[in-house]
């Protein structure tokens, strides 16, 4: 039965990670390259170096992506990044398969990277939600936040696709290829974050674990998802045994990964997963000034009441 799950979460994984190249490659093919714009990522270089050499975009994305895979193996082994070379490399591949055919739009510009980057976005999520990602600068800025912590990995990715956006308003002798760009970007973020956070980016989901095994799930969700864990003392009310509960809270998308990795480690552990309607801190949304203690909150709607009557 166990294997079965496995193999049906395997075909999941596939056939997500296929459709979501799929849409991807008809983004890049239909629109952003014909039109000559390089929304950041390793796809805008190899865009770049289409309109310069004629080099096909997919086999580009795989030799830049190369040394960044193997970065990545050295610093975080092989068995995180398995899902990564399986995206790159169908995404790859059918970016340059649909070369040969795909219907090209070149009408408004605006249009253009509106419309590709919500089929950027939504490829991209289908390929996030299963675990994996399409390398380039996420990869990379996921390696660099290990190195410097003080920056967050949003920060790193913004810094690199502005580089890239950058160079290409030299690339392709125009200013605006470069905002359009940056229109692209911003819808392709926007999807993704209502696609795999929802509406409200400091929202999540809650975990709370009880296992005997609670220590070595937390190990893996701290390695595997950079994520951080808290070990709660517990006392089982039916079995009189003292233990440890796990409490953790991750991104949505992140949920499918928790669940795969106590499922792996015990799969009879009892777990309980709620909504967390705001999180802030490290990690997620910043504590800002405005945020109120919820007693606050509560006699600000008691005078608000008051007023009113």
Known sequence: MDQLKRHKEL???G???LAGSAVYAAAVNGLTAPNNIAPGG??????MLNYMFGTPIGLMVILINLPIIIWAIIEIGYKLVIKTIVAIAISSVLIDLFAGFMPVYR???VLVAIF???CEGLGLSLTFIRGATTGGTDMVARLLERRMPQMSMGKLMLALDGVIVAASAVVFGSIENAMY???DIFVCTSIIDTILYGTDVGTGKLFYVMSPKVREMGERVITQLDRTVTYLESHGGYSKEPGETMLCVVRRFEVYQVQAIIREVDKNAFVVVGDAGQIT???FRPMRSDDKPLKELIQDLRKSSVEKK
């Not at 390793?42 to 865009?47: I, S």
């Open 11 to 13: 075909l999941m994984d």
């Open 15 to 17: 056939l997500s990670i």
């Open 42 to 47: 390793v796809t805008g270089v190899c865009t």
């Open 107 to 109: 009408g408004d510009a």
């Open 116 to 118: 590709s980057g919500a």
């Open 181 to 183: 760009a940056c229109i």
């Open 281 to 283: 801190g490290e990690g």
